[in-house]
Structure formats: C-alpha cells, structure tokens
C-alpha cells in the first residue's frame, strides 16, 4: 500500500522532531518523553545497539549507526514508536503528564517518571524518603506515592499522590519540639 509508506516515513519525522525538542526529562511537561519511550523500548532489543559499548570503565553511549543492518533496525524501530504512537491517539510531542498518570477516587493525577529500562527508578516507587542535614540537625522528608489509605472513603486516600503529581514533599518531625508541634500528633499512654 503506497500511503503506509508515507505515513511510516512521516511518522518518524515526527517523532525525530519530537526528540529534538525533548529536555531529556522525564517531568510532567516533558515533550518528547513519550516518543523516546516508544522508541528505546524498541530500540534497546537491538544487538550492539550503542557506538560505544559498555566495559568495565565506561558507559555505554551514542547510537552505532555505522552498520547498515543496524541502521536499518534504528529506523524500524522509530517507525514502530510513530505507529505506536498514532495507535494510541498520541502527538510525539505530547508532555508526558498528559499521557502517563493515575486516577485516584475519580481524580486524575499526571505523573512524571519513567520505567527503569529508560535509565531511572521511580515510577514505581511506593515509598521514597530522603534525608538531609541542616545547621540545626537532620532534615527528613517522605512520600507514600500510593498515598496512606487504600479505602476509597478516606481522606488519606489519594492525599500523597496529589504530592508526588506535584514534587511535593511530606517533612518529617525529628526534633522534640517538632514532634509536640505536630497538629496531627496524638499520645497513647500503654501501662501495664
């Protein structure tokens, strides 16, 4: 069929576009991040994929376009992404927060990350939680991405992943007087 052709080789100039505009991030408004996920999903299948593979010392890089076979597969697997893309109802240029996100208690949250075939953890994370000092002491922060109720009725049900959608962090009380100064803070006294 004369069009399919057409369409194949549009389609990868759009999601060629698509990845010359990408930021190489994978956050709620990354453009491009999507059309780089159909493609390396594909593309990482490929024998001897990088120009430079990798050894003990370096890391793998570069796309090894010096092959004519392995050319031929880079761009099979760009036209697979466009079709894949297409398939889905999905611009190459789309930001990612408008194709990948979670629907808690009928709320839609735009989610940022990416699996970790892309290179990074995160997307799957159920709890996160960083700590880091200050010049009066540790400051910790966490986050149940999944948020802390899995009952559809509570209001903790969708609480932390309306904070994870936006980068937001819980801060953890350390200190004595954060603790009492907790509002959410109750004392259950246990005696024998």
Request: proline share 7%; aromatic share 8%; glycine share 10%.
């Amino acid at each position: 069929m004369p069009g399919a052709a057409f369409v194949h080789a549009a389609g990868r100039r759009g999601v060629c576009a698509a990845l010359t505009g990408w930021d190489r991030r994978s956050d709620l408004g990354s453009t491009g991040a999507a059309a780089w996920r159909e493609f390396w999903s594909r593309t990482r299948q490929i024998r001897g994929v990088y120009a430079v593979p990798f050894d003990p010392v370096g890391t793998p890089r570069g796309l090894n376009t010096a092959d004519p076979a392995g050319r031929a597969q880079l761009l099979q697997a760009l036209g697979e992404a466009a079709q894949a893309l297409n398939t889905n109802g999905v611009a190459p240029d789309a930001p990612l927060g408008t194709v990948q996100g979670i629907t808690r208690g009928g709320v839609r949250f735009p989610m940022h990350g990416e699996p970790d075939y892309e290179g990074v953890t995160g997307t799957s994370s159920s709890y996160i939680q960083t700590v880091t000092f200050d010049e009066t002491g540790p400051v910790a922060q966490a986050l149940l991405t999944c948020s802390q109720s899995t009952d559809p009725a509570s209001p903790h049900y969708a609480d932390q992943t309306a904070l994870f959608s936006r980068k937001a962090w819980v801060t953890l009380p350390f200190s004595r007087a954060q603790i009492e100064a907790d509002p959410a803070r109750t004392l259950l006294r246990l005696e024998e």
